[in-house]
């Protein structure tokens, strides 16, 4: 079993900085992998990046790719997701997530609870 907790700035300014971090706890996830997806209002739950938690694979969606990092601190057990550069289209909830894939689907099995994101313009 694998315990998600996301956490960081419920409001941001655009083209400010925002950070959310993923608290990771439990067994046996050396081998998993770690990911960020996020649900705008009235849309469906939609893959943002991912990375290999022992690994150095690392996939960004293409609508984000170049704008967010994420990154990890396997001493720690966090995992980040930030921008330099927050639009307001980055409004969503999100979550983070780990499975035994690194995949951009939706197939991983545990998730965390999410965290509301509003950048205003």
């Known amino acids: 079993q694998v315990h998600l907790v996301e956490s960081g700035a419920a409001l941001v300014q655009a083209g400010h900085s925002l950070r959310l971090s993923c608290g990771v706890s439990g067994r046996d996830f050396d081998n998993f992998a770690m990911a960020w997806f996020r649900q705008a209002p009235g849309q469906e739950r939609k893959f943002v990046a991912a990375?290999?938690?022992?690994?150095?694979?690392?996939f960004y969606a293409s609508a984000v790719k170049g704008r967010f990092t994420i990154s990890k601190d396997k001493a720690k057990n966090m995992v980040y997701l930030e921008t330099n550069n927050a639009k307001p289209e980055d409004t969503a909830v999100y979550y983070c997530?780990?499975?035994?894939?690194?995949?951009?689907?939706?197939?991983?099995?545990?998730w965390g609870q999410g965290t509301q994101v509003t950048v205003s313009s």
């Open positions: 997530a780990a499975g035994k894939a690194l995949t951009t689907g939706p197939e991983y099995d545990y």
């Open positions: 990375l290999e938690w022992s690994g150095i694979t690392i």
